[in-house]
């Protein structure tokens, strides 16, 4: 899901609320809480709030670009405060065990310039 989930993390609850008819196993919000989501919004707060929501493990990096720029999104996840071992989930490591890259990734990463967040 795009857009750090978009409309759906704050919907969830008017779904929980008005889906009870449909006799699912679980709550709507409980399928939506499995969904994987990007770090695109205009806030730090937007990037919190996912990862919040969904949790590290389902959060990816992602700069929309061109519209955003990744200095950017960089800087936007840098103001958030995480730890290390959440921001490399959150950079590199959850799309590593998703797409199913192995090290590879991380030996990219190594490789390329950095890029600057100022």
């Given amino acids: 899901m795009s857009h750090t989930g978009g409309a ?23 399928y939506i809480r499995r969904m994987y989501t990007d770090t695109v919004s205009p806030h730090s707060m937007g990037i919190k709030f ?22 950017t999104a960089l800087a936007l996840i840098e103001e958030i405060g995480l730890s ?9 490591r959850n799309a590593q065990q998703i797409l199913g890259l192995g090290d590879s990734i991380r030996q990219g990463i190594r490789e390329s310039a950095p890029v600057s967040t100022a």
């Fill in 50 to 71: 996912a990862i919040e929501y969904y949790g590290i493990d389902r959060v990816m990096y992602g700069s929309d670009y061109p519209c955003w720029d990744p200095a």
């Fill in 8 to 30: 759906l993390p704050y919907q969830s609850g008017r779904m929980d609320k008005n889906g009870k008819n449909a006799e699912l196993p679980r709550p709507p919000s409980s």
């Fill in 84 to 92: 290390y071992a959440d921001r490399e989930k959150l950079l590199y």
